[in-house]
């Protein structure tokens, strides 16, 4: 089947500009995650979706960055007035669940966000 | 403090060798899974191994083996008769259950060379 799809791979933008990164997740997957992995880093956790709601959002830096899901599958990473500091590369994950300490996440291909 | 810390920026290992990659990590949580992931230079990041902090057996899977140490906080991956195609960066992970929301935090990384 289908992986965990990620449009667009890559997106240049000017400081200040307001972007939108898609994820589109396995289907039937519940559980939906957004990382942000900047040069020589280890992903960073976002924000975590079960669901249509966001169940943990702790990881977003500020409140320029906001995410939703609203039929619970296809996901919207928005940021706005971007700033040099958001360029990095933003992974989204998928799994069958979110709960407990197993959940096998599958990974998309990212996307690669410049801001000039 | 950190709570996954990998020590090893980059290793090298003879085709055909066994490699270790070293992974501690820090937390107060009895419940928590322990995973390791691969990206290669495509950047897509893959999922190797799990061990669950109450499972008493290391995990295995393929060439893949986890050497779970529960007291000293520590998850290495050993790759048996590397290959040249595991050339990548490898990731050590960790979820915690009770304390740790629905977050996965994520080390800084090791990147691993198979020299033919």
């Known amino acids: 089947g289908a992986g965990v799809s990620q449009t667009p791979s890559n997106k240049v933008t000017e400081k200040g500009k307001y972007v939108e990164l898609r994820c589109d997740p396995i289907s039937g997957h519940t559980a939906l995650y957004w990382y942000r992995q900047s040069l020589g880093q280890g992903p960073e956790f976002l924000i975590y979706f079960q669901g249509t709601g966001a169940a943990d959002d702790s990881g977003l830096p500020n409140d320029r960055f906001f995410a939703v899901r609203p039929e619970g599958s296809v996901s919207t990473l928005k940021i706005q007035r971007t700033e040099r500091g958001d360029s990095a590369v933003y992974l989204c994950a998928s799994s069958v669940t979110g709960t407990g300490h197993y959940n096998e996440q599958f990974f998309g291909p990212g996307t690669r966000l410049t801001v000039l | 403090a950190q709570k996954i810390t990998q020590t090893q920026p980059g290793m090298f290992v003879q085709e055909k060798e066994a490699v270790t990659l070293d992974c501690t990590y820090d937390?107060?949580?009895?419940?928590?899974?322990l995973f390791w992931y691969k990206q290669p230079s495509s950047g897509e990041m893959i999922f190797l191994i799990y061990?669950?902090?109450?499972?008493?057996q290391n995990a295995t899977e393929g060439r893949y083996s986890l050497n779970f140490q529960k007291a000293r906080k520590s998850a290495n991956l050993v790759i048996s008769a590397s290959q040249l195609g595991d050339s990548a960066m490898y990731f050590c992970a960790m979820r915690e259950v009770n304390t740790g929301g629905f977050k996965t935090i994520f080390g800084a990384g090791t990147r691993l060379f198979v020299k033919a």
């Open positions: 061990q669950g902090s109450y499972d008493e």
């Open positions: 937390t107060s949580d009895q419940s928590y899974g």
